[in-house]
């Protein structure tokens, strides 16, 4: 029996299963509607997309070098006890492999693509990590560098991930540039950067931040009784100053470099390049924390007693 595309949506809404496991249900069981729902309840696929709908807050962000290719990836589940499970830290680094090989343009994309080492999908072993660990599992979001020299580092057993780009020339020992990229990424890690330099800084964001420095100026002014284009004029050499520090707390190369606050990140890989006869450029970087800006659920454990004693 033929199935066509309205088939197989219509078995997704009924199931919540994705649409390439609905498909190949349709396939195996002739097009029949309910034969194909008993084909995904017998795998545990529809059993498997009933987490989908729970918070997933924890897991791991990662970061690898593969045959050159820099990978970061966050890749979240419900409780952080599944951190430390070795079988979904395979699934992680199984995915960051596969975004090194396929260069997808997406997430949706990267589900599409064979897992290393199977013949199943992204998608397909990702619900089998469902099912096996028993926790809601998403991938969340993923940073490809395919160009430049990448250094990869991870913090806290997965709590963070770094891929540092640089663009190396003239230099024959890479391993002072790996220590210096490493050094560098932790400092990414530690202390938050928004941005690689004054020149990336959202505009509107940049717009912001001085109204909001201006009118602190010329608050702080009218202290002092002074004529109001006066007041306007030294409020606006402070915004200058004050700019210049919101740069250096949220740009990476402003920062002070935190073995050595004397120099910026940007005068310490000066330095450390000249000293080896060559040049290094800081090309981007990605920080990923896991489940960052994700709304986690607060439990109340008392109304829930409450509720099963009813």
């Known amino acids: ?5 309205k088939d197989v949506k219509d078995l997704r809404e009924a199931t919540g299963v994705g649409m390439m496991d609905c498909k190949k ?3 195996e069981s002739d097009g029949d509607m309910e034969k194909a729902i008993v084909y995904l309840r017998e795998r545990g696929l529809a059993a498997a997309q009933k987490k989908a709908g729970r918070v997933t807050a924890e897991g791991v962000a990662y970061a690898n070098v593969y045959d050159g290719v820099g990978v970061a990836v966050e890749v979240n589940a419900e409780t952080d006890f599944v951190a430390k499970n070795e079988m979904f830290n395979a699934f992680v680094a199984g995915v960051a492999e596969a975004v090194a090989k396929y260069s997808p343009a997406n997430v ?9 080492g199977t013949d ?3 998608a397909e072993q990702q619900q089998e990590m469902i099912l096996v660990i028993g926790e809601n599992i ?3 979001r993923f940073a490809r560098y395919a160009d430049g020299f990448s250094i990869p580092y991870v913090h806290a057993g997965g709590k963070i991930g770094v891929i540092v780009n640089l663009d190396v020339s003239g230099i024959s020992n890479m391993d002072v540039v790996t220590e ?8 990414i890690a530690a202390m938050r950067p928004l ?3 004054a020149s990336s800084v959202d505009a509107t964001e940049l717009e912001k931040e001085k109204e909001i420095q201006l009118a602190k100026a010329l ?3 009218k202290a002092k009784n002074l004529p109001e284009d006066k007041s306007r004029q030294i409020a606006e050499n402070m915004v200058k100053g004050r700019i210049n520090k919101f740069y250096e707390e949220i740009c990476l190369l402003n920062q002070p470099y935190v073995k050595e606050n004397k120099l910026t990140v940007e005068q310490h890989v000066a330095q450390v390049a000249k000293e080896l006869g060559g040049s290094i450029k800081i090309n981007a970087f990605t920080r990923f924390e896991k489940g960052e800006g994700i709304e986690k659920k607060e439990d109340d454990f008392a109304a829930e007693v409450a509720k099963m004693v009813k």
Do not use: C, H, W
């Open 219 to 221: 608050e702080e002014n």
């Open 180 to 187: 210096l990229g490493k050094d560098i990424a932790m400092q």
């Open 138 to 140: 998403s991938v969340r």
């Open 108 to 116: 949706d994309a990267l589900m599409a693509e064979k897992f290393p």
């Open 120 to 122: 199943t999908t992204v």
């Open 25 to 27: 249900a349709l396939t």
């Open 1 to 5: 029996m033929a199935f066509t595309a």
């Open 195 to 197: 941005y690689l330099d």
